[in-house]
């Protein structure tokens, strides 16, 4: 039995990274549902950054999704989320310095870009670096590290889910080439921790709607 609390936003992708990573571990812990928009008072005290993911593991309060899943993997190491090998794990990091630094950038820019060369310049950067994870991410196996689900899909994951806001806002669907990134996402959002922290469609393009003051329809994203 642990005692971690989680402080995370139901709407935040790196939220959803530490969510899922504490259910593939079976960790047990209190939520603690934080509005961005309304922090309560002391909360700048767990979260330095006035973010969310937080937890507060008894005396050891850790922030940013990337550092308190390595913390997880540490403390909990069964079952395991990344390679024991120095190597191999090595490898892991990088590839998730490339969600980080890289694919949210872009998909960012396209999705959020001030005027419409912003966007475009985003759509050829998201594209290339899909292109790149179809290429050099996705060649060897189900999952980026082979087989074995990892923290490196758990950081792609959450931009995978709105996915959707690209297409309604953006008419943009995934390349016709990146088959086995199509099939690696048909099997993560299957898994059990996905499903457990996954918003529906609608939630996501009725809050993206009020960002850019464009109507979205009843529906508009059911199939």
Not at 60 to 82: G, K, Q, T
Not at 112 to 117: F, I, S, T
Not at 200 to 212: E, G, N, S, T
Request: charged letters at 25%.
């Amino acid at each position: 039995m642990s005692n971690i609390q989680l402080y995370f936003a139901k709407a935040s992708t790196f939220s959803q990274r530490t969510r899922v990573a504490l259910l593939e571990k079976g960790i047990d812990f209190t939520p603690i549902e934080i509005d961005l928009q309304n922090k309560p008072d002391g909360y700048i005290q767990i979260s330095r950054y006035g973010k969310v993911p937080a937890i507060q593991h008894g005396d050891v309060i850790i922030y940013e999704s990337a550092i308190i899943n390595e913390y997880l993997e540490e403390a909990f190491p069964e079952p395991p989320l990344l390679p024991h090998d120095p190597a191999n794990k090595a490898i892991a990091r990088i590839w998730i310095d490339y969600a980080n630094t890289r694919l949210v950038p872009a998909f960012n820019k396209f999705l959020r870009g001030k005027d419409h060369q912003e966007q475009e310049q985003g759509r050829k950067e998201f594209t290339e670096a899909l292109l790149y994870l179809e290429q050099e991410g996705l060649s060897k196996g189900d999952y980026f590290l082979g087989n074995q689900f990892s923290l490196v899909d758990i950081s792609f994951y959450p931009w995978f889910e709105r996915l959707p806001l690209l297409e309604h806002f953006r008419k943009f669907t995934l390349p016709a080439e990146t088959t086995h990134l199509q099939t690696w996402w048909d099997l993560v959002r299957d898994r059990s921790s996905i499903q457990a922290v996954a918003n529906p469609v609608d939630f996501y393009l009725q809050r993206f709607a009020k960002i850019i003051g464009e109507p979205v329809a009843i529906g508009a994203g059911q199939k």
